[in-house]
């Protein structure tokens, strides 16, 4: 059995995404992310792997869809200004269907905002950042041991869809050291680089999806011509400009993510089985709602927590269900009001959605989330 160990975050990323097969990673130092490029750095080598420091965020992005093109598990790591800049060959990635992750730990923006202060403020960005019509999946992990549990989860899901992933962390999580026990590699799960199940002689193309709806696209070198574009392509991965395969491959894009519904849309309940009022919140912040309201039972409140660990796609479903069994719910999250918006969307008018926000670059505290359930509560009971 593994030991017990004092682990950062953005080091169990590292782990997690070494655990998972990643053997190429291309980066930038920023902060807060840099701890991951750093272990990244040092572990990579001692399995075989290669890590390079690019020249900068959009030349990192570059090199780990060639990399992923060419047969390896890659994944990069950024913080908020080398999100922005990596939008256009996300956007790219998800075209030409490259499966690649991308950890994002965020920080206060606009711009350079505050570089080591804590946010979340890159959510919608993470799901309407690029251009276009496109899917994405996105994960926020609120511990150290998720942090590792999610990075595998990403590392799956991108091979798995052929897609970009975003593993949507956040300083509070990426700064943060705690006492894990991480699993053994035989207890892991990994989701192998899919292959064709044709020969070029029994008719191969490259971008024909399989029963589910997920291309097999073969590797860079393994015998197989294969052409790469960010244009809507056909099959053959040969651009054409046809209204009907525009479509349906725009829709089979969104289909092969959505087809899999609740199965990656991962959510947790807190103190949920009385409860009347409900605090929504994710990653680090979500730490802070436990801790509120476990306070707030204490003085006699019926507080539960809903936790949202996929971000994107956006767990419709839970908030619906969560809507129709409260009174009121208040969304805590480290920006201006993002999530809260698709929170109101999902309840769909079934109770009172509230956001309890916070944006100068400070994490919660307890006592502001409780202030939250108060006014809540209170607007409740009149």
Known sequence: MSKARLMQGNEACAEGAIAAGVRFFAGYPITPSTEVAETMAKLLPRVGGKFVQMEDEIASMGAILGASLAGMKAMDATSGPGFSLKQELIGYAACAEIPCVLVNVQRVGPSTGQPTAPSQADVMQARWGTHGDHPIIALAPWSVR?????????????????????????????????????????????????????TRAEGYEPFEPDEDLVPNVADFGTGYRIHVTGLIHDDTGFPVGSPKVTEESIRRLHEKIARAGEEIIHTEEYFMDDAEYAVVAFGGTARTAYEAVANARRRGQKVGLLRLMTIWPFADKAIERLAARVKGITVAELNYGQI???????????????????YNMKAFEPAEIEAGIDALCGEGNK
Do not use: Q, S, W
């Open 146 to 198: 998720e942090t590792y549990d999610t990075t595998v989860m990403a590392v799956n899901y991108a091979e798995r869809f052929r897609t970009p992933v975003i593993l949507l962390m956040d300083e509070i999580v990426g700064h943060l050291r705690e006492n894990v026990v991480l699993p053994e590699p035989e207890e892991l799960r990994l989701y192998p680089r899919r292959v064709p199940k044709k």
């Open 340 to 358: 809260v918006n698709e929170v109101r969307r999902a309840a769909a008018g079934k109770c009172r959605v509230e956001l309890c926000g916070k």
